[in-house]
């Protein structure tokens, strides 16, 4: 085989090899997006059991102040007078039962709100991982060509060695070498 097989193998492979990249990058994308489709669902149940403790905090609430009530009846007491010793255990027991909801409401927003973010976590871990692809695909496309100029011998004229050397030939020679530009003398001294 020749050389400029050889290159046209490096550049066919190279190009395979990154469409291969590329389709295992979308995969791995799908896989993150169902990776946060179940983040989510999990939030949403995590979510919906602290809104049940919260509900059940205020069952409680209730069968608790519903018996102090009947205790202070039965012992001869008013039991929604104010100020009074049942007053205070009501207002006590009132005061942990909504605190006891408002925790489990808390939690079940900070519980959503988690979930929400770890989901889009996975999801721009997807996107970065497809851009990262196609973005190493043409890296590794651009680099066959390189070795397939280097198998076949072919340069571009813009890397040719006389061409650099005239380049720098022309840049160096323009200026003169007392320091003055353009009739103006910037030596130092």
Same mark, same amino acid.
């Given at each position: 085989?020749? /050389?400029? !097989?050889?290159?046209? &193998? #490096? ?8 469409? /291969? ?5 979308? %995969?791995?994308?799908? &896989? ?37 009530? %009947? ?6 007491? +008013?039991?929604? %007078? ?13 005061? &942990?039962?909504?605190? +006891?909801? !408002?925790? #489990? ?9 988690? =979930? ?12 970065? /991982? ?8 043409? #890296?590794?496309?651009? &680099? ?16 040719? #060695? ?8 022309? !840049? ?6 007392? =320091? ?8 130092? =001294?």
């Amino acid at each position: 085989m020749g /050389a400029e !097989t050889y290159a046209i &193998m #490096a550049i066919a492979s190279a190009v395979v090899g990154s469409a /291969a990249q590329i389709q295992a990058a979308k %995969a791995q994308k799908k &896989m993150y997006e169902r990776q946060a489709d179940i983040t989510e669902r999990q939030s949403r149940m995590e979510a919906l059991n602290y809104k049940q403790q919260g509900v059940n905090a205020i069952k409680k609430m209730n069968r608790v102040m519903a018996a102090n009530a %009947a205790r202070a009846a039965a012992g001869n007491l +008013d039991p929604y %007078a104010s100020y009074d010793s049942a007053d205070v255990i009501g207002t006590y027991n009132l005061r &942990m039962g909504v605190n +006891d909801f !408002t925790i #489990a409401r808390d939690n079940a927003s900070i519980a959503k709100k988690m =979930g929400k973010y770890q989901a889009d976590n996975y999801r721009y871990a997807g996107q970065v /991982a497809v851009s990262n692809a196609k973005t190493m695909a043409v #890296a590794n496309i651009g &680099m066959s060509f390189v070795q397939a100029g280097m198998i076949t011998g072919y340069s571009p004229s813009f890397l040719s #060695a006389s061409n650099t050397a005239a380049a720098t030939s022309t !840049t160096t020679s323009a200026l003169p070498l007392d =320091g003055s530009v353009s009739g103006y003398n910037y030596a130092i =001294g």
